[in-house]
């Protein structure tokens, strides 16, 4: 049983397998069709201002995720402005409470942490 099983894999394998064909075509006439080729191009990407998710700031939810990933635990913003976003939380590491400081550029940059 285990012959068979092992010889049918191997039969299997050396089989030639069939290409795929990209399309069918006919012709009447002398020429082929003259295809367009522009129609295919994909469409250019929207320029930045024109997309809805512009926004360049330090958003209060990209601040938590930065502090998260800096070990502070139970972090929460404490302050958001025009210029910069505070957030409160626990470091581990030093046992005590930090407060961190973002700008509200794009990247979330820290600014102090105290």
Known sequence: ???SIASLAAA???LPSQAAAQGVEFYFGDQ???YDYREYRP??????????MAYEGCS???ALRT???MGISDAQIAREGRRRVM??????ETQENVRL????APGCPLIDRY
């Open 12 to 14: 299997g394998i050396g």
């Open 60 to 62: 209060p939810r990209r």
């Open 32 to 34: 082929p069709p003259a």
């Open 1 to 3: 049983m285990i012959f």
């Open 101 to 104: 400081v973002f700008a509200n």
């Open 43 to 52: 469409a250019p990407r929207p320029r930045y201002e024109d997309r809805e």
């Open 87 to 92: 957030v409160d939380g626990y470091d581990y």
């Open 67 to 69: 502090a998260r990933r």
